[in-house]
């Protein structure tokens, strides 16, 4: 007999744990990967769908109009009847119920319409669609996503994104960067929006990137290891490096010879205070290692003893990096 996945009490306690866990401002990776465990086990996953479906209705009320002038309006409707006590609750109860009519049929449409999910500076964030298909956001990104019965249409607005699609061939999965298009039925890639186009790296199964140019637009198909740069000047699928390239999903950044100005850019994006660069040609400096997300101090104390730079910081200010002192001269 294979094991109940109809919720218990206990795992919409816990479903209701995760789900504030997860909507935090900053959710750690060790977090993340607990929290696929736990959904994995017989009845959580249906645990977490009643919680963040209840959440969805509830946003979907919550400073609407629409519903707030028909809710007024029926209690006032109540507000009119004859006030016998009998007569008032059974008012009071048909307000009510035409409320959760009104609210119940907006809030519905509202868990197929739009939806924009975002994060800021230093913060990631993981997002399960209606179809099961989830969406990690990286700092400082932000998605539009409209499904309906026909279509899975999302658009990248802002940073990065990693996206694992739930298989359905009647409703292909449309990812919209800019002018660049990235449609896929089932599989995991990553997007992240670069100087007017797209960067787009293939982790498992196949996606058709689209660039609209024109009349004719020019369409790359990418397999597994694979990325292209729609802002490149030629763009074209090239292989890449996939524990590097998706580091980030892991709360990690890893760098394999990468200039130093390229580094300190990637890492300002996870923090307010930025680093600033004062080293002349050696902002060229090739950087390796690996990095917690966020850890600006150890990344620019690492890079200052490898490279015999000086930090100079000033308050929540910027950490600015700069040669060091020139060595004694040798008699």
Known sequence: MSPSTVPSNQARSEASAWFARLNKRAVPAADMEAFQAWRRLPGNRAA???????????????GDSDIQAAISSAHARAR???????????????????????????AGYRLYGPATYETRVGEQRLVRLSDDSTVMLDTDSKVLVRYDRGH???????????????????????VRAGNTSVTALGTRFDVRRADG?????????????REAKGAAPVVWRLSP??????????????????????????????????????AVAEV??????KI???????????ISGTFDVGDTDTFVSSVAE??????????????????????????
Not at 307 to 331: E, H
């Open 225 to 262: 290891g694979q990325g292209l740069s729609t802002a490149a000047p030629t763009p074209r699928p090239v292989s890449v490096d996939l524990p590097t390239e998706t580091s980030w999903t892991t709360g990690r950044l890893v760098f394999n010879r990468v200039p130093l100005k390229a």
């Open 197 to 209: 186009g797209a960067e787009v790296t293939l982790v498992r199964g196949s996606v058709e990137v």
């Open 306 to 331: 490898m490279n015999d730079f000086v930090v100079q910081r000033s308050g929540d200010g910027p950490i600015r990096l700069a040669r060091g002192p020139a060595p004694p001269a040798t008699p």
């Open 276 to 286: 600033v660069l004062d080293v002349g040609p050696l902002d060229a400096a090739l």
């Open 80 to 106: 009119s009847k004859p006030r016998r006590p009998a007569g008032l609750v059974a008012g009071l109860g048909a307000a009510f119920a035409l409320a959760l009519v009104v609210v119940g049929g907006v």
């Open 152 to 174: 899975r249409n999302l658009e990248l607005l802002e940073g990065r994104a990693m996206f694992e699609v739930a298989h359905d061939a009647a409703r292909p999965f449309v």
């Open 48 to 62: 977490y769908d009643e919680v963040d479906a209840f959440w969805r209705r509830s946003q979907a009320v919550h």
């Open 268 to 273: 300002n994006r996870y923090d307010r205070r």
